[in-house]
């Protein structure tokens, strides 16, 4: 097992914020939520996932980064430091062990795909193209499984690259300069949206709520959303929590980090609805939504084709930092409870996933119609367990931990450090006994029927 000197640390609290904020904001803003928005009906969709990420994501991202920097190991780690080994809340971290790995199989074909636009866009490819055509540029991509496996891999590749460096070199460095320059570029989509003939359309789509559309399953997806966005469940922001100092201010780092994130997934809607509406597209097109939409923009902006290169570069980064953040899931667990070299586990977890990945990324091609379970094909289904189930299922126990079972002068002890913020602790902790606990219960219940 490696002692506490040799584990790495971020340099600063503005590294941490970002490389936090760099595994929330990833494709899960600009590429699911702009789509799952646009299958659940839109504004009453986006309400109920702002409530879950406020009442439900931020307290539960809190106890993640407390639990990890208490245990100040991985994520089974941690709650074996926390409660000893043979403790079954260890279970929980094996869980975000699970989770994340699974998440980085099929995440990484998604990602290919962007990496595949960023050599389509310096062609030029998208120029002058009508919305019909670019929809088809999308579909013959993923229709061919050499080249969404081509991408995958190479996907893969660059991610291990990134997490062989560690913490301070790899992770950390990366994010610093790529995500306010992502932030940066997407302000100016949402600009052009809004100067878009559909911007009224698109901005009622999103915020005029229409109850009449929610449906168990909708909620359900605006709950696992919030998970997914904000990298809770899957022993991400207690691993990352482990390489922080004791006296980083909690509060205020995970509330930045919510709201980075959450800006950044409104403004990708923003950018995308009006061109939906405006270009006569489906909102409910489904995951190639903004492979569809972002180009067909682009193509009416000056210096779109350079632009459109900006845009996919860093969308791909935005992956990429989001996609080593799961991979270092499994690596810390590997590298602290097992003593493996880092190198070694980096490169066995990440070869496992690009082979568990191969069947979600013949999902869109050759096993199109290969439907294993509930009539979905197995990046559907891949999805569906991580984003329905593990993820708020891991939560749904972190938040139990933390709510009743953590000792509680220890965990009050950890949550204050030394802001002196009375009101914290109480509202906190009671958002974690209650609230969330009890909305993922309803919720994924109310989704199975029980309440029928
Ligand atoms: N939050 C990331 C995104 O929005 C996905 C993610 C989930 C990353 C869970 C790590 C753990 O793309």
């Not at 099929?106 to 960023?118: P, Q």
């Not at 000792?407 to 509202?427: D, F, N, Q, S």
Request: hydrophobic fraction near 55%; include cysteine; aromatic fraction near 14%.
């Amino acid at each position: 097992m490696a002692d506490n000197l040799s584990r790495g640390h971020w340099t600063s609290r503005f590294g941490f914020i970002l490389a936090a904020a760099g595994s929330a904001i990833g494709l899960g803003n600009v590429w699911k939520f702009p789509y799952i928005t646009g299958q659940n009906g839109g504004g009453a969709f986006v309400l109920v996932y702002l409530i879950c990420i406020v009442l439900v994501g931020l307290p539960i991202m809190m106890a993640e980064f407390l639990i990890g920097r208490h245990g100040q190991r991985d994520a089974v780690g941690s709650f074996a430091a926390l409660e000893g080994r043979r403790s079954p809340w260890v279970l929980v971290g094996w869980g975000g062990v699970a989770a994340s790995f699974i998440l980085l199989s099929f995440y990484a074909v998604v990602a290919g795909w962007s990496f595949d636009y960023v050599v389509k866009a310096s062609l030029g490819t998208f120029a002058g193209r009508t919305p019909d055509e670019i929809n088809a540029i999308f579909d013959t991509l993923v229709s061919s499984a050499g080249q969404v496996i081509f991408w995958q891999a190479l996907f893969i590749v660059a991610t291990v690259a990134i997490v062989l460096g560690g913490i301070r070199g790899g992770i950390e460095r990366y994010s610093k300069i790529l995500m306010p320059v992502l932030f940066a570029l997407l302000v100016l989509l949402f600009v052009r949206g809004m100067l878009s003939p559909g911007a009224r359309q698109g901005l009622e789509f999103m915020f005029r709520p229409d109850f009449g559309s929610l449906t168990p399953k909708s909620i359900l997806d605006a709950l696992g959303h919030a998970f997914f966005t904000l990298s809770i469940g899957a022993g991400t922001m207690i691993t990352y929590g482990s390489y922080l100092e004791k006296d980083s201010d909690l509060f205020s780092l995970s509330l930045r980090i919510t709201i980075l994130d959450t800006v950044v997934a409104l403004l990708a809607g923003l950018a995308i609805f009006p061109v939906v509406f405006a270009a006569g597209l489906e909102p409910g097109a489904g995951p190639g939504l903004v492979f569809q939409t972002i180009p067909i923009v682009f193509s009416s902006l000056p210096f779109g084709s350079l632009l459109a290169v900006v845009f996919f570069v860093l969308l791909s980064f935005a992956a990429l930092s989001s996609s080593i953040s799961m991979l270092e899931v499994s690596v810390a667990y590997l590298v602290d409870e097992k003593g493996w070299g880092r190198r070694r586990a980096t490169m066995l977890i990440g070869g496992a996933a690009f082979l568990v990945g191969l069947p979600s990324a013949l999902s869109f091609n050759l096993w199109s119609d290969v439907t294993p379970l509930f009539d979905m094909t197995f990046f559907a289904l891949f999805d569906v367990l991580v984003s329905s189930y593990l993820l708020p299922i891991g939560g749904f126990l972190v938040a139990l931990y933390a709510g009743w079972f953590w000792k509680k002068e220890e965990e009050k002890a950890e949550l204050a450090g030394r802001t002196g913020r009375r009101w914290l602790y109480p509202v906190w902790h009671f958002l974690l006994r209650f609230v969330a606990p009890i909305s993922v219960l309803v919720i994924i219940l109310n989704k199975a029927g029980l309440f029928e």
